[in-house]
Structures are given as structure tokens and as C-alpha cells.
């Protein structure tokens, strides 16, 4: 099965983030929250592998409820 790859393979990962701040300017919260369940599916898409996809679900998912 393969693995999820949590390490970065961005070359400037500050340059990811900056970028998805910038996607995120001037959306309300529902907006928001939206462009990002629509980058999830668009992602999914692209990875087009279920059980990488069921091991990153799993892993956000703890991430946000470790957080509570």
C-alpha cells in the first residue's frame, strides 16, 4: 500500500504558503472554507490514490482534534 509523504517537496515552502494566504484574501469564512474543500477534491483528484487520500484525511482530521 503506499504511503502518505508528509515531508515537503516544495524547493521554497514559504512560497506555498504565502500563495494560499493570497488565494484566501477577501473571502468571508463560508467562502473560505469552500475554496478549501474545493482544493481538497481537486488534489484528490490529481493524487487519484483512495488510500493515500483515507491516510491524509485521517491525519488532518487528528491534526484539528488534537488542536480542541
Known sequence: MPQ???ASNFDVPEAF???LIHAH???STNESN???AALVVLL???IGDL???SQALDE???S???EA
Open 4 to 6: 502518505l509523504n508528509t
Open 17 to 19: 504558503y504565502q500563495r
Open 25 to 27: 484574501r477577501d473571502l
Open 34 to 36: 469552500a475554496m478549501n
Open 44 to 46: 484528490s483528484k490529481h
Open 51 to 53: 488510500d493515500v487520500i
Open 60 to 62: 488532518a482530521r487528528q
Open 64 to 66: 484539528v482534534l488534537a
